[in-house]
């Protein structure tokens, strides 16, 4: 697992699609776990469209 401290910029880092990232903002630790398959078709737009699509038709 790659852990990360985040201090407000952004760090430019090769990441591979298969590694967990821990991510401390303060006394919060967030861990992200990749789910996205090579052979999928989806991509993280087509996911955050569907989201917020989602989302404002709940309104």
Same mark, same amino acid.
């Given at each position: /697992?790659?852990?990360?401290?985040?201090?407000? !910029?952004? $760090?430019?880092? #090769? #990441?591979? =699609? &298969?590694? !967990?990232?821990?991510?401390?903002?303060?006394?919060? %630790?967030?861990?992200?776990?990749?789910?996205?398959? !090579?052979? %999928?078709? &989806?991509? @993280?737009? $087509?996911? =955050? @469209?569907? @989201? /917020? !699509?989602?989302? $404002?038709?709940?309104?």
């Amino acid at each position: /697992m790659q852990e990360k401290i985040v201090a407000g !910029k952004a $760090s430019i880092m #090769k #990441k591979t =699609l &298969d590694e !967990k990232t821990t991510y401390r903002f303060g006394n919060r %630790s967030f861990v992200v776990e990749p789910v996205f398959r !090579k052979e %999928s078709p &989806d991509t @993280l737009g $087509s996911i =955050l @469209l569907r @989201l /917020m !699509k989602a989302e $404002s038709e709940a309104k």
